[in-house]
T-cell receptor, first 118, second 112 residues
């Protein structure tokens, strides 16, 4: 079955960087893209960006431009999300989700808690 | 960006009774390909989102048939025909017709 398994929780200080992995399995890796979505404590969802797995093309939400990167490792069918220059309000659960555009997510990872604290 | 609006709370529902959750978009969600990319997810406490419905009314595999979606254009509804205890949680609508995808604020479903 289709699975997205994310790396574990992390803590970081303001100004640091964090990199979250999303290991995919159970489908043809290049047929779908991966979106990253975050959810601050007690809040709703915020879409961060998307990567087309077949060619590596990325689209990032404007507010994250310059400090967000998404990359792919095809041999391991893993997608990575790196967020730099962390701020306190980046504390959230970060989800990867499989997407075939146009269309919304059809499978979600279990989430990765990133806590930013000084 | 398209704004998705949901009421924050639904009226508490008695087990076995129906429930309905509404979602409104600031612009039509009809895509140039003719489809409407409006989906619904359920989030139970402490859990990741669970996809329920895609393209207004199509259930994902494994979703009970007591869940149904309807609507068109800018007005959409998720219905649960007979609420069960496991249905407690927050329900979000998502539009993916226009980039970037946007989410409703979520509607909490409670049992009376």
């Amino acid at each position: 079955q289709v699975q997205l398994v994310q790396s574990g929780s992390e803590m970081g200080k303001p100004g640091a960087s964090v990199k979250v992995s999303c290991k995919t399995s159970g489908y043809t890796f290049t047929n779908y893209g991966i979106s990253w979505v975050r959810q601050a404590p007690g809040q709703g969802f915020e879409w961060m960006g998307w990567i087309a797995v077949y060619n590596g093309h990325t689209d990032y939400e404007r507010k994250f431009q310059g400090r967000l990167s998404m990359t792919i490792d095809r041999p391991t069918t893993t997608v990575y999300m790196e967020l730099r220059s962390l701020r306190l309000d980046d504390t959230a659960v970060y989800y990867c989700a499989r997407v075939r555009r146009p269309g919304g997510p059809d499978t979600w990872g279990q989430g990765t808690l990133i806590t930013v604290s000084s | 960006d398209i704004v998705m609006t949901q009421p924050p709370l639904s009226s508490p529902v008695t087990l076995g009774q129906p429930a309905s959750i509404s979602c409104r978009s600031s612009r039509s969600l009809v895509h140039s390909d003719g489809d409407t990319y409006l989906s619904w997810v359920q989030q139970r406490p402490g859990q990741p989102p669970r996809p329920l419905i895609y393209k207004i009314s199509n259930r994902f595999s494994g979703v009970p048939d007591r869940f149904s979606g309807s609507g068109a254009g800018t007005e959409f509804t998720l219905k649960i025909s007979r609420v069960e205890a496991e249905d407690v949680g927050v329900y979000y609508c998502i539009q993916a017709t226009q980039f970037p995808p946007t989410f409703g604020q979520g509607t909490r479903l409670d049992i009376k």
